[in-house]
């Protein structure tokens, strides 16, 4: 079984500008979280879909937006980027057991 | 506001020595905790623990959970180079906006 996959790995942009990161889910799970890791922050929830219904959501900002398709893939978009956007995303799938299986991420550098 | 504290936050061992990460929390309506590893990419998932007092085991790593003082440790023993990450403590809570609060977890290094 293919494990989660997130595009791009790596991503640099400047402030201002606009992101979409992408990531597809294990076969067969239905639910997808984001989440922002930063070394002073740690690991931070962003927001959590199923089904297309964005089912909970992190103290962000509305800068940071995202969604999910009918094929349980999903995208999140950062707009007005700013300097301390600059983290590690990760996306992970939840089983229906309740386990969340972490894709690679991708860095955002924001210059 | 639910909460996850993980000590202690970077720890320096040699190879061959016995470990203790520690994890405690504050969550409301609880429903499980669960660890992860993390080398230079994602988190691995490595126990999940919802039952006090029964320890969950893999090789050489084992955890524990008890729920009436509110913590977790994780114990790895005759530790090797191939141990050394960062380790997530995670608080699953039945209710609130978050499925998951993470710790900041402990940087553990195996040195040969």
């Known amino acids: 079984k293919a494990g989660v996959t997130q595009t791009p790995r790596y991503l640099i942009k400047t402030r201002g500008q606009q992101v979409t990161l992408s990531c597809s889910p294990i076969?067969?799970?239905?639910?997808v979280s984001w989440y922002q890791q930063t070394p002073g922050q740690g690991l931070q929830f962003l927001f959590e879909y199923f089904s297309e219904t964005q089912r909970n959501k992190g103290n962000f900002p509305g800068r940071f937006s995202g969604r999910q398709f009918s094929n349980s893939r999903s995208e999140m978009n950062v707009s007005t980027l700013e300097l301390g956007d600059s983290a590690l995303y990760l996306c992970a799938s939840t089983s229906g057991h309740n386990e969340q299986f972490f894709g690679p991420g991708t860095r955002l550098t924001v210059l | 506001e639910d909460k996850v504290v993980q000590s202690p936050l970077s720890l320096v061992v040699h190879e061959g020595d016995t470990v203790t990460l520690n994890c405690s929390y504050e969550v409301t309506n609880f429903r499980s905790l669960l660890w992860y590893k993390q080398e230079k990419k994602a988190p691995t998932f490595l126990f999940m623990l919802t039952s006090s007092g029964i320890e969950k085991k893999s090789g050489r790593l084992s955890s524990i959970l008890d729920k009436k003082e509110l913590f977790s440790i994780l114990n790895i023993t005759a530790t090797q180079t191939g141990d050394s990450a960062v380790y997530l403590c995670?608080?699953?809570?039945?209710?609130?906006?978050?499925?998951?609060?993470f710790g900041k977890g402990t940087r553990l290094s195996v040195i040969a």
């Open positions: 076969s067969g799970h239905r639910s």
């Open positions: 995670a608080v699953e809570a039945n209710s609130g906006n978050t499925p998951l609060v």
